[in-house]
């Protein structure tokens, strides 16, 4: 399902791919979109809304998006921040019960793999 730069990327609706963020900017590939391709090998796909609760979460199980790494441009996570996360991580914490909302539009299909699409809507957030 991970699709070429050519074809316009979906989502897990089976709608266009909507943004996710510009500030901070986010995606694999920093367009703001949750895009995918081959180089991809965490599958940053589901853009979710940060809250406290995920960012520790993610740091104790080994990922801080909550400190930030200038000499990598990347700004340090916040709640209330929107972010491409791998799709494998958003399971473990849906698992853990403390998955974050997610923004169904901007969370592209090669998430389906990973994540049931029922769990997604769960946590969607309203429109």
């Known amino acids: 399902m991970i699709q070429k730069a050519t074809q316009k990327a ?29 180089d991809d090998f965490g599958v940053h ?12 979460f993610s740091r104790r199980a080994g990922n801080d ?8 441009g990347f700004p340090g996570l916040k709640p209330g921040d929107k972010w491409c996360l791998c799709a494998a991580r958003w399971r473990e914490a849906f698992e853990a019960g403390c998955a974050p909302r997610v923004d169904l ?10 994540v049931r699409l029922e769990d997604l809507k769960k946590h969607a957030i309203a429109s």
Do not use: Q, W
């Open 65 to 72: 998006l909550s400190t930030p790494m200038p000499e990598y």
């Open 10 to 38: 979906r989502n897990v609706l089976g709608g266009e791919l909507a943004t996710c963020s510009k500030k901070p900017l986010t995606g694999f590939l920093r367009t703001g979109c949750c895009e995918t391709g081959p």
């Open 105 to 114: 539009a901007a969370t592209h299909e090669a998430t389906l793999e990973i």
């Open 45 to 56: 796909t589901v853009c979710a809304l940060m809250t406290a609760e995920f960012l520790d």
